[in-house]
C-alpha cells in the first residue's frame, strides 16, 4: 500500500490585484525526497510555497499534510504540522544573537517567566552537532556572513521540529562553494529522514540535487519529472516555453579611451566599518566591465561612492581624466554618469510620481524642462514623457499614472529610458534584471549593448553569473571591498571565478 | 459648447467631492461623537450646534468674526502641509506664528513717520523672517544632527510663547493691568475691510499666498524636489536632489508662512500684541490641513469651517453655557477621523451591511 | 521631579520597541493626570485615582494602537490628535466638575511615606528615606521593564517585532497582538506619570499641566537609546532642569517667562548632542500581510 504523501496540494488558486499567481496547481511532495520547485520569476513558486506556510490563504484548493486534510491559518500552523520554511530573504532579527533567533517562538523558559537561557544553548547546541551545522550560537545575526546565517535560517525550522523543510532560492547569496556546503548540509537532512521542497530558478543546482522537479510557468504546472529521465535542454524549455538565446551582438570595439578610472578607493559602510578597502579599476568606452561577486562584499558601497551618495575615505574617482571624488550626485549627472539602481522601487523611482515626472528625474531642473530653473514647463516634459514611452516600449495607460501602477518590468524600462537617454557617458548599472522575467531581461541586455556599441562605458555589477558572462568584455571579480581578480571571459571559467568570488587565488 | 463647459466643471466638482468624501464623513462622525460628549455632561447638542451656527452666519459680525478667525488658520495650515510634503512634521507653527507676531509688532512699534506701503512690507517681512528661523532652526538640528523635528518644533513652540510672554510682559508693556504692548504705528496698520469687524486684509494675503503655495508645489522645481524628498528621499538622492537642502528650505519655508500668519493679525486684527492672543491656531492649521487635504479649495473651506467653529463657540458658551473646549475636542475628533482612512473605510463597510 | 518623566519614557520604549511612535504620550499623562484626580475628587481616595490614570491612559493607548496598527493611520498625526483632544476634553471636564478650566478643587493627594531602615542611613537617608510610595514604585517598574524586555520570552518576542515583524511572523509570533498590548502598557505608563503630577505632586489638576513633559519623556527616551535605565538617567537629567527652573523662579533672579523656556532649550541641547549616535530600534513601517 502506498504511504501517504507528505505534502499534497490539490487545484490551488490564489490571485493578486491583476496576477493569476497559482493556476488550479496540483502538487505532491512524497516522504523523504527532496523535490525540486522550478520555474522563472515570477512564476508562482513562491506564492505556493507561502501559502503552504501558512502565510495566506489560498484562493481555492485543498492542502493535505501526510495524508490528513488541514487549512493553514498561519505559520504557527505550519510549524506545528512540522512544516519549516528558509527564506530567500531571511527572517531574522539583525540584533539579537544566533540562538534567540533560533528560539523565537519557541522559547524555554525557567517557572513560565524567565528565558532559559542554558536550556535553550543545550538543546540548540545538539541540533548543530546531530545535523553537522556549526555556528557560533552568541553571535548577534549582523556579524554574521550570509552563508552563516542561512544555516540559523536552517536550524530555526530544525529547532521547531520540522520534517518537511521548504527552502526558497536558498543559493541565491551563496557562492558556488557555500553552494556546495549546503547541498551537503540538504543531503544530510535527508539521510536523517527530511523531507526537503527545493524552490529555485537554476537548473543545473536542481538537476544535481533533487530526486524529481516540478516545472511551473506563469502560474501553471508544466510538469514533474524524475531527475534521471530529464536533461537541462529538456527543463529550460520546460520553464520558459521556447528556445532561449542570450546572444547578443557585441562587435569587437577598438582603441577605446579610459572613461572611469577608480584608484586606491576606500569607503566605510553605514557601521563605520570598512567596506571598500583599495579598489582599483578602469572602464573603458564601448566596454562592459561586468563585477562579480557574491553581494555583500562592497559592490554596494562602491556604486554609492560613485554615484556621489558615499563619501570616501581615500583614493580618487576620474571621469574622463577629470576628477570627480567630491562632486555631488547632481554634479555627476551632469557630467554624463547614468545609474541603473538595484532596488528600482526603493531607488529608482517615486512610486507616487507619475511616469512623467520619473522620466525628468535627474533633468528637471534644466532646460527644456524648466524655464529659468525654475518654472517646470509641462509641455515639454510631456513630449519628452511621450517620446520615451514609444522608444522604449512602456507599457503605460498614460504619461500621467502613477508608477506604483505599472508591472516590474515596466518600471524598469521607465528606469531605462530616464537614465539611458541622458546619453550618458558612463552608466552604472547594478543588478539590472533582478525580479524580470524572460522578456524584460533581454529587453535591458539588449539596451545595455546598444550603448556599449554607441560608445557608453558601461560597469554591471550583478550576482548573476550568466549574465556577467553573457554581457562582459572583462570581467572584475570583487571579494571583501577589494578587486581581486581582472579577467577576459575567453580565457577563465565558473569554477575559478566561484573560487575567487570566496577569496582564493587563481591558479 | 457652453453645455460641455458646464458638464467638465460639474464632473470636476464631483471628482473633487468624491475624494473629499472620506474628510467630509470624518467631520460628520466628529460632529456626532461631540454630540455623544455634549449629551453625557447634561447638554443639549442641538442647542449648542444651533448657537454655534447663529454665532458664526448669524449676523454681519459672525461672518466677520468667522473669516477673521479663518486667516491665521490659513497661515498655520499651509505652513504645516508645505512642510509635510516634504515629509516632515512641523507642529511647532503655533509658535512660529507667535514669533511671527512678536517679531511685526516689534517693527510696528519701533519705527514711525515711515510710509504705509514701506512700513507694512517691513513688518511682515520681520514676521516671515522670524517664523522662518524657527522653523530653521530645528531644520538645521535635524540635517546636520539627526534630531526629531516632531520634538524640536514642539519644543520651541513653547520656548517661543514664553518669550513673546516675557516681551510682552515687561519691554513693551502697555501702561495698565492688561498683558499686552503699546499699539503700532498707523502706518504699520492693515485695513479692515469689514466695518464694523475685525476682518483685515490678511485675508487676502492668506488666500494668495494659498494660491502661490499649491503653484510652487505643482509647477515649479523647488516643489518638485520638495514633494520628491517627501515622497522617497532615496531616489530623489539618485535623481541628484540635494534632501538635506530641500529640507531646510521646506521647514524653513513652513516656518515663514506661519510667521506671515502672526504678522497678518497684529498688523491687522489686533493692532498690538497681546499675551496669549493665539487660542491654538497652529492646531487649528494642522487639521485644517489634515481635511483640506492636497486641495487648495479644501484648505480654503476647511479653514472657514474652523474659523466658524472659534466664532460661533464663542457665542455657544455665552448663550448655552457649554465650555468652548468642546471645539477643541472636536477639532481633536476630526483629526483623529481624518487620520486612518482605513477607519472610514471599515465604518462604511458596516453601516452597508447594516442597511 | 523625574518621576513623571521616568514612567512616560518607559513607557515610550514600549511602543517604539514595538515599531510604533507615540508621540501621544502627552495627551495620555494629562488625561492620567486629570482621571486621578476626577476620581480621587469624588471617591476621597487617591489610590482609586491612580488606579483610574493608569485605565484613562490605558484606553488612549488602545486607541492609538487601534488607529495606527489596524486601520494603518500615520503614527505622527494619530497621537498629536490624541494630544489635543486630552487638552480639550480634560479643561472640558474641569470646567463641568468644578466650574472653571484653570484648576481643580485641591484633592486628597499621596502621602510621603517614609521607609523605616532607608531613613535611618545618615546624611542620604533624608533624601531618599521619604518620598510618596509612587517613587518607589517608579524604581520598581523601571527594574521590571528591564526584566521583561530583555530576561523573559515577551520581551524577546517585543524586540524581535520591533526590528523585523516579518520574520516574527514567520516564526509563528502574533505580531498585531504585541503590538496592542505594548501601545496600551505605554499609555498605562503614561498615565501613571500623570498621575504622579496631579495627585503625588500639587493635589490638584491645572489646565495643561503636563507642560509637554511627555515630549521631553520622548527626548529622555531617546537620548537613554531606548534601555529603561538608560531613559531613567536621562530623565533624572531633565527633571533636573525642571527643578531648577522652580529654584529660579523662586529666586526670582530673572523674569519668570524666561526661566520657564530653560526644560524646553535644554531638550532641545540634548536632542542636537546627540549627533548619529540614536539608532531607534526599529523602521516604524506598518506592517501588513503581503
Same mark, same amino acid.
Given at each position: 500500500m502506498l504511504m501517504n504523501p507528505a505534502i499534497q496540494m490539490k487545484g490551488i488558486i490564489k490571485t493578486f490585484p491583476g496576477v493569476l499567481?497559482? #493556476?488550479?496547481i496540483d502538487f505532491v511532495v512524497e516522504k523523504g525526497e527532496i523535490q525540486g520547485l522550478l520555474g522563472e520569476n515570477g512564476a508562482g513558486k513562491t506564492v505556493l510555497m507561502s501559502i503552504l506556510y501558512g502565510l495566506y490563504p489560498p484562493d481555492e484548493g485543498q492542502i493535505y499534510v501526510n495524508g490528513k486534510e488541514v487549512t493553514m491559518h498561519s505559520p504557527a500552523t505550519a510549524i506545528r504540522l512540522g512544516i519549516g520554511m528558509v527564506h530567500q530573504h531571511f527572517?531574522?532579527?539583525?540584533?539579537?544573537?544566533v540562538a534567540e533567533n533560533i528560539i523565537l517562538g519557541r522559547e524555554p523558559t525557567k517557572d513560565k517567566i524567565l528565558l532559559d537561557m542554558d536550556k535553550t544553548l543545550k538543546e540548540v547546541k545538539a541540533s548543530c552537532e546531530s545535523y553537522n551545522l556549526e555556528v #557560533?550560537?552568541?553571535?548577534?545575526?549582523?556579524?554574521?556572513p550570509v552563508g552563516i546565517q542561512q544555516r540559523v535560517e536552517i536550524l530555526k525550522a530544525l529547532y521547531r521540529g520540522a520534517a518537511i523543510l521548504i527552502m526558497d532560492e536558498?543559493?541565491?547569496?551563496?557562492t558556488p562553494q557555500e553552494a556546495t556546503e549546503l547541498f551537503k548540509a540538504v543531503r544530510a537532512l535527508k539521510e536523517k529522514g527530511k523531507t526537503v521542497v527545493f524552490i529555485s530558478h537554476k537548473l543545473r543546482e536542481v538537476l544535481s540535487i533533487c530526486d524529481r522537479i516540478t516545472v511551473l510557468r506563469r502560474g501553471k504546472v508544466v510538469g514533474t519529472v524524475r531527475v534521471g529521465d530529464t536533461n537541462l535542454g529538456e527543463l529550460a524549455k520546460m520553464m520558459v516555453g521556447r528556445e532561449v538565446v542570450y546572444k547578443f551582438d557585441k562587435r569587437l570595439m577598438k582603441g577605446r579611451e579610459v572613461v572611469l578610472k577608480v584608484e586606491s578607493l576606500k569607503a566605510l559602510d553605514d557601521r563605520g566599518?570598512?567596506?571598500?578597502k583599495g579598489i582599483d579599476l578602469e572602464v573603458h568606452a564601448s566596454e562592459i566591465l561586468g563585477v562579480a561577486g557574491v553581494?555583500?562584499?562592497?559592490q554596494t558601497e562602491l556604486v554609492e561612492t560613485l554615484t556621489g551618495l558615499r563619501k570616501t575615505t581615500e583614493g580618487r574617482i576620474l571621469l574622463n581624466y577629470t576628477?570627480?571624488?567630491?562632486?555631488s550626485p547632481e554634479e555627476r549627472i551632469r557630467l554624463g554618469i547614468s545609474h541603473v539602481p538595484e532596488d528600482r522601487y526603493k531607488r529608482g523611482l517615486?512610486?507616487?510620481?507619475s511616469v512623467m515626472e520619473n522620466l525628468i528625474?535627474?533633468?528637471?531642473? +534644466?532646460?527644456p524642462f524648466a524655464k529659468w530653473g525654475v518654472r517646470l514647463d509641462f509641455g515639454e516634459t510631456s513630449k519628452y514623457a511621450q517620446k520615451l514611452i514609444s522608444d522604449f516600449s512602456i507599457?503605460? !495607460?498614460?504619461?500621467?499614472?502613477?508608477? +506604483?501602477?505599472?508591472s516590474g518590468g515596466t518600471q524598469q524600462r521607465v528606469v531605462l529610458a530616464r537614465e539611458l537617454s541622458r546619453e550618458p557617458k558612463l552608466i552604472i548599472a547594478s !543588478?539590472?534584471? +533582478?525580479?524580470?522575467d524572460v522578456g524584460a531581461t533581454e529587453f535591458v541586455r539588449s539596451k545595455l549593448v546598444e550603448m556599449r556599441n554607441l560608445g557608453c562605458a558601461i560597469l554591471l555589477i550583478s550576482a548573476d553569473l550568466d549574465e556577467i558572462w553573457a554581457l562582459s568584455d572583462r570581467i572584475a571579480v570583487m571579494y571583501e571591498g577589494k578587486v581581486v581578480a581582472i579577467k577576459d571571459p575567453q580565457k577563465t571559467d565558473e569554477e575559478e571565478l566561484g573560487l575567487l568570488m570566496a577569496g582564493g587565488k587563481s591558479g | 459648447m457652453e453645455a460641455r463647459g458646464a458638464s467638465k466643471i460639474r464632473s470636476w466638482l464631483k471628482l473633487g467631492l468624491q475624494s473629499m468624501l472620506p474628510q467630509i464623513i470624518a467631520i460628520f462622525l466628529a460632529f456626532i461623537v461631540g454630540a455623544a460628549v455634549l449629551l453625557a455632561t447634561g447638554h443639549s447638542p442641538i442647542d449648542a450646534y444651533s448657537a454655534m451656527l447663529r454665532g458664526a452666519l448669524g449676523d454681519i459680525f459672525g461672518i466677520g468674526q468667522t473669516f477673521t478667525q479663518a486667516t491665521p488658520i490659513i497661515f498655520t495650515a499651509l505652513a504645516f502641509l508645505f512642510a509635510f510634503r516634504c515629509?516632515?512634521?512641523?507642529?511647532?507653527a503655533e509658535g512660529q506664528l507667535i514669533v511671527g507676531a512678536l517679531a511685526a509688532a516689534l517693527v510696528g512699534i519701533s519705527?514711525?513717520?515711515?510710509?504705509a506701503f514701506v512700513h507694512i512690507p517691513i513688518a511682515l517681512l520681520a514676521g516671515a523672517l522670524a517664523g522662518g528661523l524657527w522653523g530653521f532652526i530645528p531644520a538645521i538640528l535635524k540635517t546636520k544632527?539627526?534630531?526629531?523635528?516632531v520634538i524640536t518644533t514642539m519644543m520651541l513652540s513653547y520656548v517661543a510663547t514664553y518669550l513673546t510672554s516675557y516681551m510682552v510682559n515687561y519691554p513693551f508693556k502697555a501702561p495698565g493691568w492688561v498683558a499686552q504692548t503699546v499699539p503700532i504705528a498707523t502706518s504699520a496698520q492693515l485695513p479692515?475691510?469689514?466695518?464694523?469687524? !475685525?476682518?483685515?486684509a490678511s485675508i487676502f494675503l492668506a488666500v494668495g499666498l494659498a494660491g502661490l503655495t499649491y503653484y510652487t508645489l505643482q509647477r515649479t522645481t523647488l516643489g518638485y524636489e520638495v514633494r520628491a524628498t517627501g515622497l522617497n528621499p532615496i531616489a530623489a538622492e539618485n535623481g541628484g536632489v540635494n534632501v538635506h537642502r530641500e529640507m531646510i528650505l521646506a521647514l524653513g519655508i513652513s516656518g515663514a508662512i506661519a510667521g506671515l500668519g502672526g504678522a497678518g493679525e497684529v498688523l491687522g486684527v489686533h493692532r498690538r500684541l497681546i499675551d496669549g492672543?493665539?487660542?491654538?491656531y497652529g492646531w487649528d492649521g494642522l487639521a485644517v490641513a489634515l481635511v483640506g487635504g492636497l486641495n487648495p479649495v479644501g484648505v480654503l473651506l476647511a479653514a472657514v469651517l474652523f474659523g466658524a467653529l472659534r466664532s460661533g463657540g464663542m457665542t455657544m458658551t455665552r448663550v448655552t453655557?457649554?465650555?468652548?473646549d468642546i471645539v477643541t475636542i472636536l477639532q481633536a475628533l476630526v483629526i483623529l477621523f481624518v487620520t486612518a482612512p482605513m477607519l472610514i473605510r471599515y465604518l462604511l463597510r458596516r453601516g452597508g451591511y447594516k442597511r | 521631579m523625574a518621576t513623571p518623566i521616568v514612567f512616560v519614557s518607559l513607557g515610550g520604549i514600549f511602543s517604539e520597541r514595538v515599531g510604533i511612535i507615540n508621540v501621544g504620550l502627552e495627551g495620555m499623562m494629562l488625561t492620567g493626570a486629570f482621571s486621578g484626580v476626577a476620581v480621587t475628587f469624588f471617591t476621597g481616595n487617591p489610590w482609586l485615582g491612580v488606579l483610574a490614570a493608569i485605565l484613562a491612559g490605558g484606553l488612549l493607548g488602545l486607541l492609538h494602537a487601534l488607529l495606527t496598527v489596524?486601520?494603518?493611520?500615520n503614527q505622527i498625526v494619530s497621537g498629536t490628535g490624541i494630544n489635543i483632544f486630552a487638552l480639550g476634553f480634560t479643561a472640558y471636564m474641569s470646567q463641568i466638575l468644578?466650574?472653571? +478650566?484653570g484648576a481643580s478643587e485641591t484633592v486628597q493627594g499621596l502621602n510621603a511615606v517614609s521607609i523605616p531602615l532607608l531613613k535611618d542611613?545618615?546624611?542620604?537617608g533624608e533624601i531618599i528615606g521619604t518620598h510618596t510610595p509612587l517613587v518607589y514604585l517608579m524604581l520598581i517598574i523601571m527594574v521590571l521593564c528591564y526584566i521583561v524586555l530583555f530576561k523573559t520570552p515577551f520581551g524577546l518576542r517585543i524586540r524581535a517585532v520591533g526590528e523585523n515583524p516579518a520574520a516574527s511572523d514567520t516564526a509563528g509570533i502574533d505580531v498585531f497582538r504585541i503590538k496592542y498590548l505594548c501601545v496600551m502598557v505605554s499609555g498605562m505608563l503614561a498615565g501613571l506619570g500623570g498621575a504622579f503630577l496631579s495627585l503625588g505632586h500639587l493635589s490638584l489638576f491645572a489646565w495643561?499641566?503636563?507642560?509637554?513633559r511627555g515630549f521631553i519623556a520622548l527626548a529622555a527616551m531617546i537620548f537613554g537609546k531606548w534601555m529603561p535605565f538608560g531613559a531613567f538617567g536621562a530623565s533624572l537629567l531633565f527633571g533636573f532642569a525642571d527643578a531648577l527652573q522652580m529654584r529660579l523662579q523662586a529666586l526670582g533672579l530673572l523674569p519668570p517667562q524666561i526661566i520657564l523656556t530653560i526644560p524646553y532649550i535644554v531638550t532641545i541641547a540634548v536632542l542636537a548632542g546627540m549627533v548619529g549616535r540614536a539608532v531607534p530600534p526599529s523602521d516604524y513601517k506598518p506592517y501588513s500581510k503581503e
Amino acid at each position: 500500500m502506498l504511504m501517504n504523501p507528505a505534502i499534497q496540494m490539490k487545484g490551488i488558486i490564489k490571485t493578486f490585484p491583476g496576477v493569476l499567481a497559482n #493556476d488550479n496547481i496540483d502538487f505532491v511532495v512524497e516522504k523523504g525526497e527532496i523535490q525540486g520547485l522550478l520555474g522563472e520569476n515570477g512564476a508562482g513558486k513562491t506564492v505556493l510555497m507561502s501559502i503552504l506556510y501558512g502565510l495566506y490563504p489560498p484562493d481555492e484548493g485543498q492542502i493535505y499534510v501526510n495524508g490528513k486534510e488541514v487549512t493553514m491559518h498561519s505559520p504557527a500552523t505550519a510549524i506545528r504540522l512540522g512544516i519549516g520554511m528558509v527564506h530567500q530573504h531571511f527572517m531574522l532579527v539583525p540584533s539579537l544573537t544566533v540562538a534567540e533567533n533560533i528560539i523565537l517562538g519557541r522559547e524555554p523558559t525557567k517557572d513560565k517567566i524567565l528565558l532559559d537561557m542554558d536550556k535553550t544553548l543545550k538543546e540548540v547546541k545538539a541540533s548543530c552537532e546531530s545535523y553537522n551545522l556549526e555556528v #557560533d550560537l552568541k553571535a548577534p545575526i549582523y556579524t554574521l556572513p550570509v552563508g552563516i546565517q542561512q544555516r540559523v535560517e536552517i536550524l530555526k525550522a530544525l529547532y521547531r521540529g520540522a520534517a518537511i523543510l521548504i527552502m526558497d532560492e536558498p543559493t541565491s547569496v551563496l557562492t558556488p562553494q557555500e553552494a556546495t556546503e549546503l547541498f551537503k548540509a540538504v543531503r544530510a537532512l535527508k539521510e536523517k529522514g527530511k523531507t526537503v521542497v527545493f524552490i529555485s530558478h537554476k537548473l543545473r543546482e536542481v538537476l544535481s540535487i533533487c530526486d524529481r522537479i516540478t516545472v511551473l510557468r506563469r502560474g501553471k504546472v508544466v510538469g514533474t519529472v524524475r531527475v534521471g529521465d530529464t536533461n537541462l535542454g529538456e527543463l529550460a524549455k520546460m520553464m520558459v516555453g521556447r528556445e532561449v538565446v542570450y546572444k547578443f551582438d557585441k562587435r569587437l570595439m577598438k582603441g577605446r579611451e579610459v572613461v572611469l578610472k577608480v584608484e586606491s578607493l576606500k569607503a566605510l559602510d553605514d557601521r563605520g566599518l570598512p567596506a571598500l578597502k583599495g579598489i582599483d579599476l578602469e572602464v573603458h568606452a564601448s566596454e562592459i566591465l561586468g563585477v562579480a561577486g557574491v553581494e555583500g562584499n562592497g559592490q554596494t558601497e562602491l556604486v554609492e561612492t560613485l554615484t556621489g551618495l558615499r563619501k570616501t575615505t581615500e583614493g580618487r574617482i576620474l571621469l574622463n581624466y577629470t576628477e570627480i571624488t567630491g562632486a555631488s550626485p547632481e554634479e555627476r549627472i551632469r557630467l554624463g554618469i547614468s545609474h541603473v539602481p538595484e532596488d528600482r522601487y526603493k531607488r529608482g523611482l517615486i512610486s507616487d510620481f507619475s511616469v512623467m515626472e520619473n522620466l525628468i528625474l535627474g533633468s528637471h531642473n +534644466r532646460p527644456p524642462f524648466a524655464k529659468w530653473g525654475v518654472r517646470l514647463d509641462f509641455g515639454e516634459t510631456s513630449k519628452y514623457a511621450q517620446k520615451l514611452i514609444s522608444d522604449f516600449s512602456i507599457k503605460t !495607460q498614460s504619461e500621467d499614472a502613477p508608477v +506604483r501602477h505599472l508591472s516590474g518590468g515596466t518600471q524598469q524600462r521607465v528606469v531605462l529610458a530616464r537614465e539611458l537617454s541622458r546619453e550618458p557617458k558612463l552608466i552604472i548599472a547594478s !543588478q539590472p534584471t +533582478r525580479g524580470l522575467d524572460v522578456g524584460a531581461t533581454e529587453f535591458v541586455r539588449s539596451k545595455l549593448v546598444e550603448m556599449r556599441n554607441l560608445g557608453c562605458a558601461i560597469l554591471l555589477i550583478s550576482a548573476d553569473l550568466d549574465e556577467i558572462w553573457a554581457l562582459s568584455d572583462r570581467i572584475a571579480v570583487m571579494y571583501e571591498g577589494k578587486v581581486v581578480a581582472i579577467k577576459d571571459p575567453q580565457k577563465t571559467d565558473e569554477e575559478e571565478l566561484g573560487l575567487l568570488m570566496a577569496g582564493g587565488k587563481s591558479g | 459648447m457652453e453645455a460641455r463647459g458646464a458638464s467638465k466643471i460639474r464632473s470636476w466638482l464631483k471628482l473633487g467631492l468624491q475624494s473629499m468624501l472620506p474628510q467630509i464623513i470624518a467631520i460628520f462622525l466628529a460632529f456626532i461623537v461631540g454630540a455623544a460628549v455634549l449629551l453625557a455632561t447634561g447638554h443639549s447638542p442641538i442647542d449648542a450646534y444651533s448657537a454655534m451656527l447663529r454665532g458664526a452666519l448669524g449676523d454681519i459680525f459672525g461672518i466677520g468674526q468667522t473669516f477673521t478667525q479663518a486667516t491665521p488658520i490659513i497661515f498655520t495650515a499651509l505652513a504645516f502641509l508645505f512642510a509635510f510634503r516634504c515629509g516632515l512634521f512641523n507642529i511647532g507653527a503655533e509658535g512660529q506664528l507667535i514669533v511671527g507676531a512678536l517679531a511685526a509688532a516689534l517693527v510696528g512699534i519701533s519705527f514711525s513717520g515711515l510710509p504705509a506701503f514701506v512700513h507694512i512690507p517691513i513688518a511682515l517681512l520681520a514676521g516671515a523672517l522670524a517664523g522662518g528661523l524657527w522653523g530653521f532652526i530645528p531644520a538645521i538640528l535635524k540635517t546636520k544632527l539627526g534630531a526629531h523635528e516632531v520634538i524640536t518644533t514642539m519644543m520651541l513652540s513653547y520656548v517661543a510663547t514664553y518669550l513673546t510672554s516675557y516681551m510682552v510682559n515687561y519691554p513693551f508693556k502697555a501702561p495698565g493691568w492688561v498683558a499686552q504692548t503699546v499699539p503700532i504705528a498707523t502706518s504699520a496698520q492693515l485695513p479692515h475691510i469689514l466695518e464694523p469687524t !475685525q476682518l483685515s486684509a490678511s485675508i487676502f494675503l492668506a488666500v494668495g499666498l494659498a494660491g502661490l503655495t499649491y503653484y510652487t508645489l505643482q509647477r515649479t522645481t523647488l516643489g518638485y524636489e520638495v514633494r520628491a524628498t517627501g515622497l522617497n528621499p532615496i531616489a530623489a538622492e539618485n535623481g541628484g536632489v540635494n534632501v538635506h537642502r530641500e529640507m531646510i528650505l521646506a521647514l524653513g519655508i513652513s516656518g515663514a508662512i506661519a510667521g506671515l500668519g502672526g504678522a497678518g493679525e497684529v498688523l491687522g486684527v489686533h493692532r498690538r500684541l497681546i499675551d496669549g492672543f493665539s487660542p491654538g491656531y497652529g492646531w487649528d492649521g494642522l487639521a485644517v490641513a489634515l481635511v483640506g487635504g492636497l486641495n487648495p479649495v479644501g484648505v480654503l473651506l476647511a479653514a472657514v469651517l474652523f474659523g466658524a467653529l472659534r466664532s460661533g463657540g464663542m457665542t455657544m458658551t455665552r448663550v448655552t453655557g457649554v465650555p468652548l473646549d468642546i471645539v477643541t475636542i472636536l477639532q481633536a475628533l476630526v483629526i483623529l477621523f481624518v487620520t486612518a482612512p482605513m477607519l472610514i473605510r471599515y465604518l462604511l463597510r458596516r453601516g452597508g451591511y447594516k442597511r | 521631579m523625574a518621576t513623571p518623566i521616568v514612567f512616560v519614557s518607559l513607557g515610550g520604549i514600549f511602543s517604539e520597541r514595538v515599531g510604533i511612535i507615540n508621540v501621544g504620550l502627552e495627551g495620555m499623562m494629562l488625561t492620567g493626570a486629570f482621571s486621578g484626580v476626577a476620581v480621587t475628587f469624588f471617591t476621597g481616595n487617591p489610590w482609586l485615582g491612580v488606579l483610574a490614570a493608569i485605565l484613562a491612559g490605558g484606553l488612549l493607548g488602545l486607541l492609538h494602537a487601534l488607529l495606527t496598527v489596524k486601520f494603518i493611520g500615520n503614527q505622527i498625526v494619530s497621537g498629536t490628535g490624541i494630544n489635543i483632544f486630552a487638552l480639550g476634553f480634560t479643561a472640558y471636564m474641569s470646567q463641568i466638575l468644578w466650574g472653571s +478650566r484653570g484648576a481643580s478643587e485641591t484633592v486628597q493627594g499621596l502621602n510621603a511615606v517614609s521607609i523605616p531602615l532607608l531613613k535611618d542611613i545618615p546624611i542620604i537617608g533624608e533624601i531618599i528615606g521619604t518620598h510618596t510610595p509612587l517613587v518607589y514604585l517608579m524604581l520598581i517598574i523601571m527594574v521590571l521593564c528591564y526584566i521583561v524586555l530583555f530576561k523573559t520570552p515577551f520581551g524577546l518576542r517585543i524586540r524581535a517585532v520591533g526590528e523585523n515583524p516579518a520574520a516574527s511572523d514567520t516564526a509563528g509570533i502574533d505580531v498585531f497582538r504585541i503590538k496592542y498590548l505594548c501601545v496600551m502598557v505605554s499609555g498605562m505608563l503614561a498615565g501613571l506619570g500623570g498621575a504622579f503630577l496631579s495627585l503625588g505632586h500639587l493635589s490638584l489638576f491645572a489646565w495643561g499641566m503636563t507642560g509637554g513633559r511627555g515630549f521631553i519623556a520622548l527626548a529622555a527616551m531617546i537620548f537613554g537609546k531606548w534601555m529603561p535605565f538608560g531613559a531613567f538617567g536621562a530623565s533624572l537629567l531633565f527633571g533636573f532642569a525642571d527643578a531648577l527652573q522652580m529654584r529660579l523662579q523662586a529666586l526670582g533672579l530673572l523674569p519668570p517667562q524666561i526661566i520657564l523656556t530653560i526644560p524646553y532649550i535644554v531638550t532641545i541641547a540634548v536632542l542636537a548632542g546627540m549627533v548619529g549616535r540614536a539608532v531607534p530600534p526599529s523602521d516604524y513601517k506598518p506592517y501588513s500581510k503581503e
